[in-house]
């Protein structure tokens, strides 16, 4: 059974920094696609970051530059580090992996 558990949320102003983890069980996240997703109030969950099992990263238009995704293999984690944050990254963010959510983690940003 797969198990996502993020953390790392919070309330954070204009331009400053999060970093989210998602602790994972139930899968080997170093040889599986792991992506982030986010669902703002009244708008569709979308994709922020991915990793591929090869390492490959991609990311959503609208945070390019500013995000990162990364994963710890030893500890079956997978991080996402944001930076220069704005009012409108204001969402839930969510772990995936084929279809397996975790309960999500809320980021606040403040003006």
């Known amino acids: 059974q797969v198990r996502l558990v993020e953390s790392g949320g919070g309330l954070v102003q204009a331009g400053g920094s999060l970093r989210l983890s998602c602790a994972a069980s139930?899968?080997?996240?170093?040889?599986?696609?792991m992506g982030w997703y986010r669902q703002a109030p009244g708008k569709q969950r979308e994709l922020v970051a991915a990793?591929?099992?090869?390492?490959?990263?991609n990311y959503g238009d609208s945070v390019k530059g500013r995000f990162t995704i990364s994963r710890d293999n030893a500890k079956n984690m997978v991080f996402l580090q944001m930076n220069s944050l704005k009012p409108e990254d204001t969402a839930v963010y969510y772990c995936?992996?084929?279809?397996?959510w975790g309960q999500g983690t809320q980021v606040t940003v403040s003006s």
């Open positions: 990793i591929t099992r090869e390492g490959s990263t």
């Open positions: 995936h992996t084929f279809g397996n």
């Open positions: 139930g899968i080997i996240v170093s040889i599986t696609l």
